[in-house]
């Protein structure tokens, strides 16, 4: 074969080389893609901006809604319905109204007049030889003069009763004691012993005789009868000392004027008495 004619194959075949190296090189390498979907990623790519934070009410805003009446408050407080160890039982109601207004800087948050709702919640009767009459409460609701009424805790102290019960820290109403009546029921019974006991054998030895059964008599008439029941007549006074917080709404205790307490007598003085029944 003539030299030139190879020559031109070969000239041939290099061009026709090239071309395919051309096209190779413009082919895409990733699969194709349509140009909305391509904007459609690009959109959901994008993120939304955030939501801005909701506005809270500040902190001397919320403070400014409630009033606060600290721990260790005196409400003084006068008793509506009797109570008496004789019958008082856990659960029973116990009825007060408050009798002086309380202020918080200057302005009255619980006027005089509210009412105050608690509960008995141990009632002990006195015992036959030893122990007095004891009732425990508990102070658990505030009703204002507006109908406005909040829950609260409190314990009662310095019992005014006419008589001589006390109260304790924790709330237990104490009843008097009767010493010096049961004093008085033994040495009456051996006065009345001595002069029965003279007059039967008309000798000082008959006197003694009949002092000791007399005193005999007497202690068993204090040993076989219950002592002086704990009394809270009606008008009793009360005051009760908070043992937490109260908070009050302050748009409900918008009051102008101190409050009026129900005029109720307070109760006579009286002297403990022994019972004369054994049960």
């Known amino acids: 074969m003539p030299a030139q004619r190879i020559r031109g194959l070969q000239i041939l075949l290099l061009a026709g080389l090239c071309a395919c190296v051309s096209l190779h090189a413009q082919e895409p390498t990733g699969p194709i893609v349509p140009a909305a ?41 006068v008793l509506h319905n009797a109570i008496t160890t004789r019958n008082a039982m856990p659960g029973d109601p ?18 005089a007049g509210s009412y105050v709702q608690g509960e008995i919640l141990e009632a002990k009767r006195p ?5 007095r009459g004891e009732v425990r409460m508990r102070l658990n609701t505030i009703i204002m003069p507006n109908g406005y009424s909040v829950k609260f805790g409190a314990v009662p102290s310095n019992a005014g009763t006419g008589g001589g019960e006390s109260t304790d820290k924790e709330g ?13 029921t033994v040495i009456k019974g051996t006065a009345i012993g001595a002069g029965i006991g003279a007059v ?17 008599v007497g202690l068993a008439a204090v040993m076989l009868t219950r002592g002086p029941e704990l009394e809270l ?6 005051n009760a000392v908070l043992d937490r917080p109260l908070y009050l709404d302050s748009s409900k205790v918008n009051f102008t004027e101190p409050g009026r307490a129900s005029e109720l007598p ?13 049960f």
């Open 200 to 216: 039967a054998a008309r000798s000082a030895t008959g006197a003694g005789i009949g002092a000791g059964v007399g005193a005999a």
């Open 37 to 77: 979907s391509s904007a459609s990623a690009a959109s959901a790519q994008v993120t939304p901006p955030s939501k801005p934070p909701e506005t809270q009410a500040p902190s001397s805003t919320l403070a400014a809604a409630s009033i606060v009446v600290p721990t260790g408050t005196t409400l003084p407080l």
């Open 94 to 111: 116990v009825f007060l109204e408050t009798v002086f207004p309380v202020l918080v800087d200057t302005h009255v948050v619980i006027p």
């Open 266 to 278: 307070g109760p006579p003085s009286r002297e403990p008495v022994r019972s004369r029944s054994p």
């Open 233 to 238: 007549p009606r008008g009793s006074t009360l």
């Open 172 to 184: 237990t109403i104490t009843g008097d004691s009767d010493k010096g009546g049961d004093a008085g």
């Open 127 to 131: 015992g036959k030889v030893k122990g």
